[in-house]
């Protein structure tokens, strides 16, 4: 079964440049999450999608970020204008949310470095 | 929101020594999750924890649950190198989101 697919693995762009992530989720799944990853604040939630509708996007830094899911296999993730501090791995995950919460699976996430 | 530290850090251990790490929430939980992640690796799902006082076993690895689910335990009995990564032990949200502890990063020398 593929799992969640990331493009692109590394991004190396200047900044100001617009950054856009993508993300295919899996089949089926309902929920798809957009993470960042840092050394100093470690893995934390941008945005969440429950059936392609952005739920909770209270961690999304600010707004040069926006993120779009327009339908159930397809979400991107967009910085512009990106800057240094931007740099980080970003994390896209999905999982089935009924009743229970259920484990999120991660995409292999992107690289991004902004000079 | 849910407060969660994770501790340590960082553990350097001897390859066949034991290893834990410890999860505490501020709140009472519902479920907790938790994942690890290999370096260079993305974070993989191990186990969900539900029941107050629950102990899950994966072959050398315990999971425990507080009795007043707002604590979380992970136990790796006799590490291998293969163990090495950063375990997150993650929590539930009303809402299906999961806030993540800033992990233990386990290193194991031969």
């Known amino acids: 079964d593929a799992g969640v697919i990331q493009s692109p693995r590394h991004e190396v762009t200047e900044m100001g440049q617009e950054v856009t992530l993508r993300c295919k989720p899996i089949s089926g799944h309902n929920s798809l999450f957009w993470y960042r990853q840092t050394m100093m604040r470690g893995l934390e939630l941008l945005i969440y999608f429950n059936n392609n509708v952005p739920i909770d996007d209270s961690g999304m830094p600010e707004d040069r970020f926006s993120a779009k899911m327009p339908n159930a296999s397809f979400s991107t993730l967009k910085i512009q204008p990106s800057e240094p501090r931007d740099s980080a791995v970003y994390f896209c995950a999905s999982s089935f949310t009924g009743a229970t919460n259920q484990p999120q699976h991660f995409g292999d996430g992107t690289r991004l470095s902004i000079l | 929101g849910q407060q969660v530290m994770q501790i340590p850090q960082y553990q350097h251990v001897q390859e066949g020594e034991d290893f834990t790490t410890y999860c505490n929430s501020s709140?009472?939980?519902?479920?907790i999750q938790w994942y690890k992640q290999r370096p260079g690796g993305h974070p993989v799902f191990l186990i969900q924890l539900v029941k107050s006082g629950e102990v899950k076993k994966q072959k050398r690895l315990t999971f425990q649950f507080g009795e007043a689910k707002k604590n979380s335990s992970l136990h790796i009995t006799a590490t291998q190198t293969t163990d090495v990564g950063t375990y997150f032990c993650a929590l539930d949200n009303a809402g299906n989101m999961l806030t993540f502890g800033g992990g233990t990063r386990l290193m194991v020398k031969p």
């Open positions: 709140t009472t939980l519902s479920n």
